[in-house]
């Protein structure tokens, strides 16, 4: 299906939840029901247009569509880009699925709801512009947008070291953005010399082939930026207390969109713009990834908070992506991407029942239940379920997802793809181990008798998850037949024959001169 003209589609996308963010602002504080009303319908609307985005996309096409462009700050080369492929389409999406469900999950939220909801909706246009912006300037923008609410969500409405694990965020965040900021000017300043045109345009900064030690650098400061987001081992420790601490829909966003952001970027910018690096690194990488997937398993069994056993499961589930990515072939990317939308839909579903469960007991420790399944069964039936989605069950779609990530790298390096798939079985074992304590065994504590099932707005906000659980389990067809022209787009940039930079062939020229004479 062909690409219609749509002119807006995407700066309107990035506009709906700042309008209703706005209109937010507007409202009284004391009419509760109606701001959750207009964040509610700010955020469905994204989706539904969204959803337009979908029905105009060419699977057909590698390259870029809908893309808009407009000058910004034309002395600088700085100019608003922003553009969907098969990469981020479904990260787009994603995105604006899981916000109005979250939405619908902070009903628990008692205080400052009218600053609360605005910081929800402008998160999201911040994590959707880091997904659609082709400028680099204008990626860096959205990146630090969206980092700014989250602290304030987990600052202000978070757990009782709330201050503290909002900092740790800020800190690690900021860190790795200022390099990747530095790298970001330097690459504009870098294609003005060789082009003799100063821009910030990823699609054109994609054709300067830097020599390799230019790469190195470079790759290494967008690489750290990247892997504290994601996070990679050893950078993850900040991940655990921002989780914990964090209200529920922040855990959900947290886990399922905003850690996606690195794993994209890696894919996005890390790996096409420095491509002799990233070849050279991958060993490296994926032997991280294989070290996070074994030690977040390991650890995530030792917790005995529900809500920190699902953040640690995160830094394991993250570690396969990561095995894909550097895997740099088409089963490992496209492997990756889905399991980026796997765990965006299984551990947010976990963090959504471990929510419902703590509005009940305000307890997430698991010494603490037992004996549920006879008390709330609709609740032990859907966690059951997600938990099968969360460890791999063959049908639904987490299978698909580390079947094609271990299928790429066995035909890499089958060491290190043999020691990521104890990382399945160890995940199984966590996870099962979690379930038998909290939802099995005598019913013994009074507190647990008295609990109440899932309500129909709560059965709600799971039913669209669990049914997309189950459809890209069956049938991933549609979601990778999408993604696998701008995948292999991005691999034949990888693997392009080097050709001579800019600085090599001049050297070359003077050496020419030189023998002439």
Not at 321 to 328: E, H, I, N, Q, R
Request: no cysteine; hydrophobic share 55%.
């Amino acid at each position: 299906m062909m690409s219609l003209p749509s002119l807006g589609t995407l700066s309107l996308l990035l506009a709906i939840p700042v309008i209703g963010a706005v209109v937010l602002l507007l409202m009284p504080r004391r009419q509760t029901k109606a701001l959750f009303t207009i964040a509610l319908l700010a955020s469905s609307a994204n989706f539904f247009w969204s959803l337009s985005i979908l029905n105009q996309f060419d699977g057909s096409k590698a390259e870029m569509q809908l893309v808009e462009r407009l000058p910004w700050m034309p002395g600088f080369g700085i100019e608003y880009i922003v553009g969907v492929d098969g990469i981020s389409l479904f990260l787009v999406l994603l995105t604006t699925l899981l916000m109005p469900l979250a939405i619908l999950a902070s009903w628990s939220v008692k205080e400052k709801i009218k600053e609360y909801l605005f910081f929800m909706l402008l998160l999201e246009t911040g994590m959707l512009g880091v997904f659609v912006a082709l400028d680099l300037f204008l990626f860096y923008v959205f990146w630090e947008v969206s980092l700014v609410p989250m602290y304030f969500l987990i600052g202000v409405w978070g757990g009782p070291r709330r201050i503290y694990a909002a900092l740790k965020f800020v800190v690690y965040t900021m860190a790795g953005s200022l390099l990747m900021l530095v790298a970001i000017i330097y690459l504009a300043t870098r294609h003005a010399q060789t082009a003799q045109t100063m821009t910030f345009n990823l699609l054109q900064i994609y054709d300067l082939r830097l020599p390799f030690n230019e790469q190195t650098w470079l790759f290494l400061a967008f690489a750290l930026s990247f892997a504290i987001k994601v996070p990679v081992f050893p950078f993850h420790t900040w991940l655990p207390d921002a989780h914990v601490e964090a209200p529920t829909a922040g855990s959900v966003i947290l886990a399922s969109i905003l850690l996606k952001l690195g794993t994209y970027g890696f894919l996005r910018f890390a790996i096409p713009l420095f491509p002799d690096v990233a070849l050279a690194a991958a060993p490296f990488f994926m032997a991280l990834a294989v070290i996070g997937i074994i030690y977040g398993a390991v650890v995530a069994m030792m917790q005995a908070d529900i809500k920190k056993l699902v953040a640690y499961s995160s830094v394991s589930h993250l570690g396969f992506v990561m095995l894909g990515l550097f895997a740099l072939n088409m089963q490992g990317i496209q492997g990756s991407i889905y399991q980026m939308l796997n765990h965006g839909l299984s551990t947010g579903a976990l963090f959504l029942l471990v929510g419902m469960i703590y509005d009940r007991r305000h307890t997430r420790l698991i010494e603490d239940f037992g004996g549920l399944w006879k008390q709330l069964p609709i609740f032990s039936a859907l966690l059951l379920f997600v938990t099968f989605s969360s460890i791999g069950l063959p049908g639904l779609n987490g299978f698909v997802g580390e079947f094609l990530i271990l299928l790429g790298s066995f035909a890499v390096t089958p060491h290190w793809a043999a020691a990521a798939a104890t990382g399945v079985i160890l995940g199984a074992i966590y996870m099962l181990w979690m379930y038998r304590r909290v939802i099995f065994g005598p019913l013994n504590n009074p507190e647990n008798q008295k609990l109440q099932d899932l309500n129909n707005r709560e059965i709600l906000i799971l039913a669209p998850i669990v049914a997309l659980i189950v459809l890209m389990g069956v049938y991933p067809q549609p979601f990778l037949s999408r993604m696998s022209a701008s995948v292999d787009l991005t691999l034949k940039r990888v693997f392009a024959p080097q050709t001579a930079p800019v600085a090599d062939k001049e050297a070359t020229a003077e050496e020419n001169e030189e023998d002439g004479r």
